[in-house]
């Protein structure tokens, strides 16, 4: 497919989208929730031609070279499956908010004023790796009563369209137009130049895969963007603490999954815990594998480690989202010193205390200027299924009206609503 082509099918593409995304807006919530049930049904019952689809894209991926982890997030398992449909059903459950008013007030002048909550319209998303981001897209769409046009990755090309066949098949089934999701079925990358060209047809884009795609997606991009850079989380282990459960928590922030975004990749210890929970929590990263990047205070402590990956760490190691074994160790005075860390260094993802002090909680919560802010729990919490939000097409560091996980409500907007009994202004 030529340049010209390429063009000429996205803008189809767009056009289809629009023209579906009136009728989404229209479809009341019992046929949009028909849809989702059904999909969770087809995903389930196509176990096999999923797996055979998915099993094109691994045996090309493992040919290219393509890096392990990338490899991994590539999997369509039955775990994956399921999870996925298990998100389809848990949004078709929740409330419809699209048209719902709110915050309705009497003026003065006898007016009544509110807000009502209003779709998008249509989004554009671009992925890479994950195939299960096709259907986290869609349902959300769906649910959100929006059109998508989505574009992953040229590595889960055939894993994409065949998910992408059953949401279709879902749409038509509950007798809603398919055009409301639609996946760009070429690789080639002048469609992603397109599609963050096209405001005519494009209310919204958000990426999702690593830094130098969303870099280019913000850059290029014509219509607003949704996005975060890097996921450089941390876990604040405060004074006084449980140590019992600070293991436990840090543990599950690094090691539970190395590659997603909400990992925890900087450790930061106060001082007056710091010997008693640095050699535990050493021994635990000693065990796994995990290289630690110290400061001097936190190798001092972490030398008497058997077995212990130890380095000195570099400024840069404050700023890094390691995505792989590997993490940035400090110790700080105390919860000042920890905010004031986190605030210059991380980026401002998810961000976790592990504490016995309420004051010191509070203050955590109200300064760390995160997207996600934790109190005693793991920072692997922050995405949309564990927030409820039934699935999220994904987390945003930008501060207008999506921040976090984004579900349902980020992909909707406000408008105002005005109701009157013949008022006129004098």
Same mark, same amino acid.
């Given at each position: 497919?030529?340049a010209?082509?390429?063009?000429?099918?996205?803008?189809?593409?767009?056009?289809?989208?629009?023209?579906?995304?009136?009728?989404?807006?229209?479809?009341?919530?019992?046929?949009?929730n028909r849809?989702?049930t059904?999909?969770?049904?087809?995903?389930?019952?196509?176990?096999?031609?999923?797996?055979?689809?998915?099993?094109? &894209?691994?045996?090309?991926?493992?040919?290219?070279?393509?890096p392990?982890?990338?490899?991994?997030?590539l999997?369509?398992?039955?775990?994956?499956?399921?999870?996925?449909?298990?998100?389809?059903?848990?949004?078709?459950?929740m409330?419809?908010?699209?048209?719902?008013?709110?915050?309705?007030?009497?003026?003065?002048?006898?007016?009544?004023?509110?807000?009502?909550?209003?779709?998008?319209?249509? #989004?554009?998303?671009?992925?890479?790796?994950?195939?299960?981001?096709?259907?986290?897209?869609?349902?959300?769409?769906?649910?959100?009563?929006?059109?998508?046009?989505?574009?992953?990755?040229?590595?889960?090309?055939?894993?994409?369209?065949?998910?992408?066949?059953?949401?279709?098949?879902?749409?038509r089934?509950?007798?809603?137009?398919?055009?409301?999701?639609?996946?760009?079925?070429?690789?080639?990358?002048?469609?992603?130049?397109?599609?963050?060209a096209?405001p005519?047809?494009? &209310?919204?884009?958000?990426?999702?895969?690593?830094?130098?795609?969303?870099?280019?997606?913000?850059?290029?991009?014509?219509?607003?963007v949704?996005?975060?850079?890097?996921?450089?989380?941390?876990?604040?282990? &405060?004074?006084?603490?449980?140590l019992?459960?600070?293991?436990?928590?840090?543990?599950?922030?690094?090691?539970?999954?190395?590659?997603?975004?909400?990992?925890?990749?900087?450790?930061?210890?106060?001082?007056?815990?710091?010997?008693?929970?640095?050699?535990?929590?050493?021994?635990? #990263?000693?065990?796994?594998?995990?290289?630690?990047?110290?400061?001097?205070?936190?190798?001092?402590?972490?030398?008497a480690?058997?077995?212990?990956?130890?380095?000195?760490?570099?400024?840069?190691?404050?700023?890094?989202?390691?995505?792989a074994?590997?993490?940035?160790i400090?110790? /700080?005075?105390?919860?000042d010193?920890?905010?004031?860390?986190?605030n210059?260094?991380?980026?401002h993802?998810?961000?976790?205390?592990?504490?016995? &002090?309420?004051?010191?909680a509070?203050? #955590?919560?109200?300064?760390?200027?995160?997207?996600?802010?934790?109190?005693?729990?793991?920072?692997?919490?922050?995405d949309? #299924?564990?927030?409820?939000?039934?699935?999220?097409?994904?987390?945003?560091?930008d501060?207008?009206?999506?921040?976090?996980?984004?579900?349902?409500?980020?992909?909707?907007?406000?408008?105002w /609503?005005?109701?009157?009994?013949?008022?006129?202004?004098?």
């Amino acid at each position: 497919m030529n340049a010209l082509n390429v063009a000429e099918y996205v803008q189809t593409l767009g056009l289809q989208a629009r023209q579906a995304a009136a009728r989404m807006a229209r479809a009341d919530a019992a046929t949009r929730n028909r849809a989702l049930t059904r999909l969770a049904a087809l995903l389930r019952h196509s176990a096999a031609p999923l797996a055979e689809a998915n099993g094109r &894209d691994l045996e090309r991926a493992a040919a290219a070279g393509l890096p392990a982890p990338l490899q991994d997030r590539l999997k369509l398992t039955p775990t994956v499956i399921e999870t996925v449909a298990q998100g389809c059903e848990q949004l078709a459950a929740m409330p419809d908010i699209v048209g719902e008013v709110t915050s309705l007030r009497q003026q003065p002048s006898g007016i009544r004023v509110g807000q009502m909550r209003v779709p998008i319209g249509v #989004f554009g998303m671009v992925f890479e790796s994950r195939p299960n981001v096709t259907v986290e897209a869609a349902s959300l769409s769906i649910k959100s009563g929006n059109a998508a046009i989505l574009r992953g990755g040229s590595e889960a090309i055939e894993s994409n369209k065949a998910l992408a066949r059953l949401v279709q098949q879902a749409l038509r089934e509950a007798g809603l137009p398919e055009d409301a999701v639609q996946l760009v079925q070429t690789t080639d990358r002048e469609a992603v130049g397109q599609l963050i060209a096209m405001p005519t047809y494009v &209310d919204l884009v958000i990426p999702r895969g690593g830094k130098g795609l969303i870099e280019r997606i913000s850059r290029e991009a014509k219509v607003p963007v949704i996005k975060h850079l890097d996921g450089n989380c941390h876990t604040y282990v &405060d004074d006084p603490v449980d140590l019992e459960m600070a293991v436990r928590v840090t543990d599950n922030a690094k090691t539970q999954k190395y590659s997603p975004c909400n990992a925890s990749e900087g450790l930061l210890v106060a001082r007056g815990v710091a010997p008693a929970f640095l050699p535990r929590m050493g021994a635990v #990263f000693a065990a796994k594998g995990v290289e630690m990047r110290c400061d001097a205070q936190a190798k001092a402590i972490l030398q008497a480690v058997p077995g212990a990956q130890l380095k000195d760490a570099t400024e840069q190691d404050w700023y890094e989202e390691y995505l792989a074994p590997i993490i940035s160790i400090k110790v /700080v005075a105390g919860v000042d010193e920890a905010i004031a860390h986190i605030n210059r260094y991380s980026s401002h993802h998810t961000d976790a205390i592990l504490t016995r &002090d309420h004051l010191h909680a509070q203050r #955590f919560l109200r300064e760390v200027d995160s997207a996600s802010v934790m109190v005693n729990a793991s920072t692997r919490f922050a995405d949309g #299924f564990e927030y409820g939000l039934g699935a999220e097409i994904g987390i945003s560091t930008d501060k207008f009206h999506a921040r976090g996980p984004v579900g349902i409500e980020g992909l909707t907007s406000l408008k105002w /609503v005005v109701l009157g009994q013949g008022e006129v202004r004098g």
